[in-house]
């Protein structure tokens, strides 16, 4: 979820849910926590989580399973299960699968790897940090160019950490170095601009708000120089997923609840299934399924209908369109006057 810049005086008197803030805030209670975590593996326990951790989340198949893939599907499965939205937004969808397709086409031929990699890398991190400004700067109503300021800086910090964890064994020593340097600056330029412009936040659950963002960046900085590289990527990766699944649920409840409104809340009534677990379950079911068992599947497939097999045709060709799609229309559907904020109320 790529969330527009939101007002904490949005509401919705006709809708009986409503996004609490202090349960956005709370998410980022993952940062002490993955601290202390790291101190106590240290100090304690002879560095157990760092030596077994996975030291790269996405060849973790758990950890996909988990986070990132799920939020992914959970945000198509809105946008196409509502005619509603698929006909609104069907122009955008047509467009962007085109410009997707052409752009592995004529990147892979043209482009090294390393430069798509870096590509995808900005657009990812500009869409997770993206939505949490956006959020805290609702809450803060910090002015456009504080808020444009705080989020390049953080876009930034966070490419080069982003870098510097999954290309790291394919770095020379000393482009590492500068890696790591570039991270140390972009972190050190936030931590002075969040310092310079904090007066423009005039409450105190604003002020919370407003540092739990600067702290996420930080945080990912020190456990990424610990080398706790797991840990480095949950944390953004937890406040992420789990903020827009608050969105999500929030959204399907007021829309589906009283009148079903597409075939999968209907049938889901009749199955007496909660409003609330829909959502979550279809869409971690269809992680597992598709990570899981995906490419053998369409490898079956192929093989008996065309006698070739394809590289990943599931967990790296349809998951990353979905992906890319997800970057793209999360800016337009959760923008102010889209047909999704009529659903969405906000609560403090």
């Known amino acids: ?35 202390a975590l790291q101190c106590f593996d240290h100090w304690f326990w002879q560095d157990f989580l ?28 809105v946008l196409v299960s509502n005619p509603d939205y698929l006909k609104h937004y069907k122009r955008h969808i047509i467009l962007m699968t085109v410009a997707i397709a052409a752009a592995y086409i004529l990147g892979n031929m043209l482009l090294p790897y390393w430069v798509l990699f870096i590509l995808v890398a900005i657009w990812t991190i500009y869409h997770v940090l993206k939505q949490q400004y956006g959020v805290a700067r609702g809450v803060c109503q910090l002015p456009e160019s504080v808020f444009k300021l705080l989020l390049t800086l953080s876009v930034a910090a966070g490419v080069a950490i982003y870098i510097g964890i999954f290309l790291r064994n394919s770095l020379a020593a000393d ?78 409840y007021n829309k589906h609840h009283r009148r079903p409104q597409n075939f999968i809340y209907r049938y889901a009534a009749r199955c007496n299934f909660h409003v609330f677990i829909v ?36 967990t790296l060709g ?13 800016g337009l559907t959760w923008q102010k006057d889209s047909p999704y904020r009529k659903f969405i109320a906000f609560s403090k």
């Open 318 to 330: 349809f998951l990353g369109y979905l992906a890319l799609m997800h970057y793209y229309m999360e």
């Open 175 to 252: 482009q590492l170095y500068w890696i790591k340097h570039a991270a140390a600056l972009g972190c050190l330029l936030l931590l002075v601009a969040a310092f310079v412009n904090q007066h423009h936040v005039s409450t105190e659950f604003g002020r919370w708000f407003y540092w739990s963002n600067v702290f996420l960046v930080l945080t990912c900085f020190y456990l990424f120089l610990q080398q706790h590289y797991f840990m480095a990527v949950l944390v953004p990766r937890f406040v992420h997923d789990a903020t827009a699944y608050v969105f999500y649920v929030t959204h399907d």
């Open 279 to 314: 959502l979550p379950v279809i869409s971690f079911s269809l992680t597992f399924v598709l990570l899981a068992y995906g490419d053998d599947v369409a490898n079956f497939i192929t093989r008996y209908l065309w006698s070739v097999e394809f590289y990943k045709v599931i």
């Open 50 to 77: 760092k030596e077994y951790l996975p030291s790269n989340p996405f060849h973790f198949v758990l950890f996909q399973i988990l986070f990132g893939t799920p939020h992914i599907i959970a945000s198509n499965i």
């Open 1 to 35: 979820m790529s969330a527009s810049s939101v007002s904490i005086h949005d509401s919705l008197c006709d809708q009986k849910q409503a996004v609490s803030f202090r349960l956005l805030l709370g998410l980022y209670g993952i940062i002490p926590v993955c601290l």
